[in-house]
């Protein structure tokens, strides 16, 4: 993450927010010198790639997400100076979490049964 600090970067990624990628990536210290936002689950191409590279003229590097990097998989990725931002998850209040996304799958009842479990 250090590595980002200063760097001129290009972002790109398919997902439903990238909003919050960008962000982290600005908050790593990176500058940010464009961005390409493709749809949710995006499937690569090789004129994708095209587009990235005509795109990344000012940029030191091309960051993109885990999720992104895989759907990049057989693709000629070669000469990009391709670099991939991992984002891990950590869960405050487990309980919290528990009870929110019960609550929104309807099946809260299934919470207070595990929690009488013995």
Do not use: C
């Not at 990235?52 to 998989?73: F, G, N, P, Q, Y």
Request: glycine residues 10%; aromatic residues 6%.
């Amino acid at each position: 993450m250090e590595d980002l600090k200063g760097r001129k970067v290009l972002a790109f990624a398919g997902l439903a927010n990238p909003g919050y990628f960008l962000e982290i990536l600005e908050s790593l210290g990176a500058t940010l010198v464009g961005h390409i936002v493709f749809p949710d689950h995006h499937r690569y191409t090789e004129g994708d790639l095209g587009a990235i590279r005509k795109t990344m003229s000012h940029a030191e590097w091309v960051v993109t997400t885990e999720k992104d990097m895989v759907r990049l998989e057989g693709l000629g990725v070669e000469g990009l100076p391709l670099r991939v931002l991992q984002i891990k998850m950590h869960i405050s209040d487990e309980d919290a979490f528990k009870r929110a996304l019960f609550a929104g799958l309807g099946i809260e009842d299934t919470l207070a049964l595990n929690q009488n479990t013995v």
